[in-house]
């Protein structure tokens, strides 16, 4: 398996700009997270699904930020409008559901927002 | 809820020395414990995992954690430092009663001088 697959790698937008972020998580997991990662923040987790379905999107930010999952393969991270904070880089992870595996993250995408 | 800390934003070591990097942690459960290593530019790397049995564990790249379920610490150690473990590391946590999303720690920027 290639592993989490993360797109684009860097993105640059101007303020105002939607953006979407793509993330295929690696075959027969069934569990999804998305990160954020800032140097003030560190990493923060921001929303995750469990078979497609949202289980816990407490850390999303703020109402601009919204993530779906239609498939076990795909997954996007929409932010409509960005903001230059919401630069930061952001992970893609998907594991299985017992509690003792590792999550397996993406390479991550980086995101400026300007 | 589940949390972690690292103390230090960042250790330095001298290649050859052996180094420690310090994670205490707080669950209401049993705990699942985990370090992971980030290189520049890239996703977060697992390098080992603490689930039962015995308290030293073994992982990748010659890394070994400690769990010490009294003071409630996992230390990550190595018995010598390589120019090449220079990179930045999270210790995480899951519990049994709480969400499948990894709490990571703040990280530690790991610096080994040749």
């Known amino acids: 398996d290639a592993g989490v697959i993360q797109s684009p790698r860097h993105e640059v937008t101007e303020m105002g700009q939607e953006v979407t972020l793509r993330c295929k998580p690696i075959?027969?997991?069934?569990?999804l997270f998305w990160y954020r990662q800032t140097m003030m923040r560190g990493l923060e987790l921001l929303i995750y699904f469990n078979n497609n379905v949202p289980i816990d999107d407490s850390g999303m930010p703020e109402d601009r930020f919204s993530a779906k999952m239609p498939n076990a393969s795909f997954s996007t991270l929409k932010i409509q409008p960005s903001e230059p904070r919401d630069s930061a880089v952001y992970f893609c992870a998907s594991g299985t559901g017992t509690l003792n595996t590792e999550a397996f993250f993406g390479q991550g995408t980086r995101l400026t927002v300007v | 809820a589940q949390s972690v800390a690292q103390p230090e934003d960042q250790v330095n070591v001298a290649e050859g020395n052996p180094l420690t990097v310090k994670c205490t942690y707080s669950?209401?459960?049993?705990?699942?414990l985990f370090w992971y290593v980030q290189y520049p530019n890239r996703g977060l790397q697992f390098l080992l995992k603490y689930i039962t049995g015995d308290n030293l564990v073994k992982g990748s790249y010659g890394f070994e954690a400690e769990f010490n379920k009294s003071q409630t610490s996992f230390h990550l150690k190595k018995p010598s430092a390589l120019v090449s473990d220079s990179a930045l590391y999270f210790c995480?946590?899951?519990?049994?009663?709480?969400?499948?999303?990894?709490?990571f720690g703040s990280g530690t920027r790991l610096q080994v001088q040749p």
């Open positions: 995480a946590v899951r519990d049994e009663t709480g969400r499948r999303a990894l709490t």
């Open positions: 669950v209401s459960g049993n705990p699942y």
């Open positions: 075959s027969g997991h069934d569990y």
